[in-house]
C-alpha cells in the first residue's frame, strides 16, 4: 500500500494568513493526488484533483502543487470558513489511501 | 443534482454483521462512466477506503477488509450496499458512500458523498 504522510498534523492561523500543507507519498503517484476540506460532522468535500486542478466552484484562494512524491496544498489568505480538516488522498493504484489529516485551527 | 444517503442500523453487536445501503438519486446508478464506493471513518480518525463496485457488479476492495467486505449493487432500486461481518469495536465509524469521479483508478476521487452514518459495535 502506498503510505500518505501529512505534515503537519495541526496548526494555528489567523484570517488572512496564507497557509501551506505538505503531503508525501512512499512511493511515486506521480501526480494522482487530490485534496479534500472536512468540517466536523460533515463529509469531506473535493477541492483539488490531478495534483493542481481546481474542483468546480472551489475558491481560487486553494491552489494545489507537486508531482511524484511531494505536494502542497495552499490557501493564499485564510478566510473563516477555512478552519476545517485537510485530507490528502492518492489514486495512483488501489488500494487508495488517505493522510492523516492537518487541522487548520484559528491563532 | 446527485444525491447519495445512506441507511442502515447504527449499533451492531461484536461478531455479527453490519449492513448498510445507499441510496442515489437525481441520476442514475446504471451509468457507464461511474462506479460507487464506500468509504468510513473512525470517531476522531483519518479516512479509510472499504471498496469500489460497477453497476454491473465488478468490485475492488481494499485487501485489509477484503476477508470480511461485500459490496453489491441494486440497479432497480438504485442503491448499493456493503455488509461487513465479524465485527469488532474498531469497525465503529462513520460509513459513508461517494462516487468517484470516474471509471479509472486514477480518477477515483469522490466529487459526490453522502452525509455518513454512524455504525457503533457494541455489545
Known amino acids: 500500500d502506498i503510505q500518505m504522510t501529512q505534515s503537519p498534523s495541526s496548526l494555528s492561523a489567523s484570517v488572512g494568513d496564507r497557509v501551506t500543507i505538505t503531503c508525501r507519498a512512499s512511493?511515486?503517484?506521480?501526480?494522482?493526488l487530490s485534496w479534500y476540506q472536512q468540517e466536523p460532522g460533515k463529509a469531506p468535500k473535493l477541492l483539488i484533483y490531478?495534483?493542481?486542478t481546481l474542483q468546480s466552484g472551489v475558491p481560487s484562494r486553494f491552489s494545489g502543487g507537486g508531482s511524484g512524491t511531494d505536494f502542497t496544498l495552499s490557501i493564499s489568505s485564510l478566510q473563516p470558513e477555512d478552519f476545517a480538516t485537510y485530507y490528502c488522498?492518492?489514486?495512483?493504484?488501489?488500494?487508495?489511501?488517505f493522510g492523516g489529516g492537518t487541522r487548520v485551527e484559528i491563532k | 443534482q446527485l444525491q447519495l444517503q445512506e441507511s442502515g442500523p447504527g449499533l451492531v453487536r461484536p461478531s455479527e454483521t453490519l449492513s448498510l445501503t445507499c441510496t442515489v438519486s437525481?441520476?442514475?446508478?446504471?451509468?457507464?462512466?461511474?462506479?460507487w464506493a464506500w468509504i468510513r471513518q473512525p470517531p476522531g480518525k483519518g479516512l479509510e477506503w472499504i471498496g469500489t463496485?460497477?453497476?454491473?457488479?465488478?468490485?475492488y476492495y481494499n485487501p485489509s477488509l477484503k476477508s470480511r467486505v461485500t459490496i453489491s449493487v441494486d440497479t432497480s432500486e438504485n442503491q448499493f450496499s456493503l455488509k461487513l461481518n465479524s465485527v469488532t469495536a474498531a469497525d465503529t465509524a462513520v460509513y459513508h458512500c461517494?462516487?468517484?469521479?470516474?471509471?479509472?483508478?486514477?480518477?477515483?476521487?469522490?466529487?459526490?458523498w453522502g452525509q455518513g452514518t454512524l455504525v457503533t459495535v457494541s455489545s
Open positions: 490531478g495534483a493542481s
Open positions: 463496485i460497477y453497476y454491473s457488479g465488478t468490485t
Open positions: 461517494a462516487r468517484p469521479r470516474g471509471p479509472t483508478v486514477t480518477t477515483w476521487v469522490f466529487d459526490n
Open positions: 488522498q492518492q489514486s495512483f493504484n488501489a488500494p487508495l489511501t
Open positions: 437525481g441520476g442514475s446508478i446504471s451509468s457507464s462512466s461511474y462506479y
Open positions: 512511493q511515486s503517484v506521480s501526480n494522482s
